[in-house]
């Protein structure tokens, strides 16, 4: 009769617990169900009344629901749209008080994970794990407003603009997933619009209390700000060119910008697209497989609107430049885009230490429509530091010279060494340049020489080139030392089919009476060269520097004015001859003619 007892007990027992822990449910539930009703409105009220304390009515937020979770503290917003009360705006228009640029923002759902809402309530303390922002499309709108008056600037932070509504916010990670945003410049008669799309950005560990604004290591109020941009397309203004960018990445802590995939691709091939324009327009294209800028002064950059970096990396490019020289020059003077007076002319402030070039590939091709050709000169795998490019007044109070070194392979041949002084702070663009070239055959440069100026060379070896030269818009001179041996020319012209002819009496003319086929010669010194050449308005930075150099070259050489003349004279006189020649044949073949007719 004892043996049942027990297990009814366990039974019971049992019975007893689920009972329990199923009432224990059914409160939490009923708690939960509660609680969630209860705070809905009032997040939904302060999430309202923030935006509109913070933005002074300007703007207003809507969504389509609210959901909260107060066991796991999670709350998910639906369909949130952030749109300016344009009366509000057109009343602050007629007070001449309203901003230019006005925003619409629009996101799919955003998700808050691990809120506080008693914390909320007692403390106006908002603490979040973390908050997910699905899909936000950001439209910017820019007007030009006339007759604005100045507005007295304000300078509340982000807290003291919500402390009425909260006293702190903690934020662990803020995440805005594939961002769209558009920026339409309305001040034109037909709108500009702007799209940057596939835009990732996280930010890490927010604060906004009574010290977080002073804080100088946050970036909007955040310890680290990482924003990832991929496949990004844009058509430039004038739509002749296309900008290609694989992948963007920045981050505020690491103080670094890298940009990989870096592509400005031409809309045209080479002579179309000069035949876009009616003057002579260099056409660029350019790819850099990355670019990395380093301990960046991202404080800096966002309210003093200054670029100031330890360094800027470029690694792995090719830079192609091509001018058709059948179009008119230019009415322009290409002075003012020499490198550092273009630099003086950019709005925002530039501080970088150095400028790091790495493995870089350069060609500059010309169209000659005398010679219906393409001459071309390429330096390969350039490598090289430009130190303190900077247009910042104090930083060029301390040093207003910047440097650069670099290294290359002339025609993918001679070794170029050359150093360039910019002098940032001179209105006419002063600056100074020097190098040496190592040995190469001058055939080397057959390549340019032949479409160019229809002469190459059939021998000839350059055992070193030391050159020294100063300038500045006007033009620029200098000395050059060539040392060389055995040079030989062929002088070119172009045929009834328009393919190159040797010219073999006048090379002969031209090694005999105008070159000097060694230098030094014999036992005589070398001879240094004095170029000088003036800068037509036309005439670039670039093109000045390889001027100078061409015309040491030609001295060098023995090219002279007088020897020119002389072979010139020649030249003349031979063809002279050669039509007294040709009468003298054609009399004495008239004369036998008729001798014979008479007999």
Known sequence: ????????????????????????????????????????????????????????????????????????????????????????????????????????LKVTKLTLKNVNPIKVYRHKKLDIKSIVIENPSLTVFYSKLKNQLAQAKDNRTVYERIKEVLKEVKIESLFLSDVNLKYVDQSFEIPKTTYLDKVNIRLNDILIDSTSATDHHRIFTAKDVIAEISDYNFATPDSMYHLNIKHVGVSTQNKHLIVEGIALIPRYKEIAFSNQFEYQKERYKIMFDSLIANNINFNDLLEKRTFAASSVKLMNGELDVFLNRDKAK?????????????????????????????????????????????????????????????????????????????????????????????????????????????????????????????????????????????????????????????????????????????????????????????????????????????????????????????????????????KEAKLLQRAENFKDAKVKREQRKYIRQKRKAERKSNK
């Open 330 to 562: 230019p009415k322009v003077d290409k002075g003012k885009n020499f490198p550092h007076l273009a630099l003086q002319r950019v709005a925002w402030g530039i501080i970088t230490d150095t400028l790091i070039l790495k493995n870089i590939n350069i060609s500059y091709k010309e169209y000659n429509p005398k010679t219906k050709s393409r001459g071309v000169v390429f330096f390969s795998d350039l490598d090289g530091r430009v130190f303190n490019v900077t247009n910042d007044s104090t930083a060029l109070s301390k040093n207003h010279f910047a440097n650069a070194h670099l290294s290359t392979l002339l025609m993918g041949k001679g070794k170029l060494n050359v150093h360039i002084s910019f002098d940032l702070t001179d209105a006419k663009g002063g600056f100074s340049y020097d190098g040496d070239l190592g040995p190469m055959q001058t055939s080397t440069i057959n390549a340019l020489t032949k479409p160019l100026a229809m002469v190459m060379t059939s021998s000839g070896k350059v055992n070193s080139m030391n050159f020294a030269m100063k300038g500045n818009v006007d033009g620029a001179g200098g000395s050059m030392t060539l040392n060389y041996e055995d040079l030989n020319v062929i002088l070119m012209k172009k045929d009834e089919q328009e393919n190159f002819k040797r010219m073999g009496l006048m090379s002969l003319f031209a090694n005999a009476l105008l070159l000097e086929r060694n230098n030094p010669s014999g036992k005589n010194p070398i001879r240094v060269a004095k170029p000088y050449y003036a800068r037509p308005t036309d005439g670039s930075f670039f093109n000045l520097m390889w001027k100078v150099i061409f015309a040491g070259l030609k001295e060098s050489v023995g090219i002279t004015k007088e």
């Open 1 to 104: 009769m004892d043996e049942n007892p027990l297990p009814q007990k366990k039974h019971t027992l049992v019975k007893w617990l689920m009972s329990f822990f199923g009432l224990l449910i059914i409160v939490l539930l009923a708690s939960a169900w509660y609680i969630n009703h209860r705070w809905k409105p009032l997040l939904t009220s302060i999430i309202q009344n923030t935006v509109i304390t913070a933005t002074d009515s300007l703007y207003k937020v809507s969504f389509s629901n609210i959901k909260i979770n107060i066991i796991s503290g999670g709350v998910t917003i639906d369909s949130i749209e952030v749109i300016p009360d344009l009366k509000v705006y057109q009343k602050l228009i007629d007070q001449k008080a309203a901003p230019e640029n006005i925003i619409n």
